[in-house]
């Protein structure tokens, strides 16, 4: 009994030792913390360090989700509403949430434009009037985007015989999502707002794996099918009844090292004519390339120069290698 005692408490003591010891241990390397932020903050103030330390605040991306989910609620009244949208209260409830979108469209679009100013050193373009006036622009403009996104949705339905209905492609496709948010990013791009279009198509491609700059033109009845690995460049230009599948590229040649600036606004991307299919995994390169009306090319096809109109363009079939009886016992 006394020995199992002893033993325990010899025990016991052993461990109050540890934790005593950890507990130091863990004092000392805490202590260092002030002196590595020291040193850490000193070298915000270095050329190699991008900062912005202001007043005013850098606007982000976190607003940006519900931005966009109040205007797929207007954009597509009754499918994302939040709560019954019905005859009788749908003057209310969805006049409410444009005059909830006014208000955080006006806030936002003039943060962007304070911080252009102030970031830049621009002259002051009356920020928060210039929010207001291009907040209701984009309001106007709502009855047209959803017009183009109707036919979006039906140019869906008309080509994938997988869909069972519009109010599936609506809720469901991550093409429809992405173009939905690229025709309002169009709008704001085309006011030249600041920061605002491209912080909302990137939280698009975030969720999607579609990348549609704001810049780009694209005509109605425009379908991305799948989807996943789409990218559609700046000064892309897409005609009526354009239907692209998975992993297209609609990009720019290789520039000269250091030659951005020369380049930037030209045409560097596409045009895509009418009624044009791209089937998955293609490439098409420049902004002298223009892919004729009512073309079809064919998957993993690599392009940099034009194709008339009503040409098929595919892949050189690839050929078949037997093995022979030999090389199969051999496990060649």
């Known amino acids: 009994m006394n020995d199992r005692h002893t033993t325990s408490g010899h025990h016991h003591h052993d461990h109050t030792d540890t934790c005593k010891t ?46 966009i989910d109040k205007f797929r609620e207007i954009l597509f009244p009754g499918y994302f509403s939040r709560g019954k ?45 210039g929010g207001q006036v291009k907040a209701l622009a984009l309001l106007e403009a709502i009855p047209g985007i959803r017009r183009m996104l109707a036919t979006d949705v039906q ?3 008309d080509g994938d015989p997988a869909a069972k209905s519009h109010d599936e492609i609506i809720f469901s496709y991550p093409g429809i999502f992405a173009i939905m948010v690229h025709r309002v990013a169009h709008q704001l791009f085309q006011q030249e707002v600041p920061l605002l279009p491209r912080i909302m198509s990137e939280h698009a491609h975030s969720l999607t794996g579609i990348d549609i700059h704001p810049g780009a033109t694209i005509g109605p009845r425009f379908v991305i099918d799948h989807g996943t690995g789409v990218v559609i460049g700046e000064t892309t230009l897409i005609g009526t009844n354009v239907r692209i599948y998975q992993g297209v590229t609609l990009g720019a040649l290789s520039l000269p090292k250091n030659a951005g600036e020369q380049y930037r606004g030209k045409k560097r991307h596409p045009t895509i004519e009418d009624d044009v299919i791209i089937y998955s995994g293609t490439t098409i390169l420049g902004g002298d390339t223009v892919i004729g009306a009512r073309s079809v090319i064919g998957g993993n096809v690599w392009l940099t120069q034009s194709v008339p109109p009503d040409t098929t363009v595919m892949m050189e079939k690839p050929r078949l290698i037997y093995k022979s009886t030999e090389e199969k016992r051999k496990g060649a």
């Not at 932020?37 to 989700?65: K, L, M, N």
């Not at 909830?100 to 304070?114: K, P, S, V």
């Open 22 to 67: 950890d507990l130091a241990a863990s004092k000392r390397m805490k202590a260092k913390v002030p002196e590595i932020a020291e040193r850490i903050i000193e070298h915000c103030r270095s050329a190699e360090c991008y900062t912005h330390i202001d007043y005013e605040p850098i606007p982000g991306e976190g607003f940006v989700a519900d931005l």
């Open 85 to 129: 949208l019905d005859p009788a209260n749908m003057k209310y409830n969805l006049g409410q949430s444009i005059s909830q979108l006014y208000d955080m469209l006006a806030e936002q679009i003039g943060h962007h434009i304070r911080h252009d100013c102030m970031r830049y050193d621009l002259p002051c373009s009356e920020c928060e009037h």
């Open 155 to 157: 140019a869906t339905f």
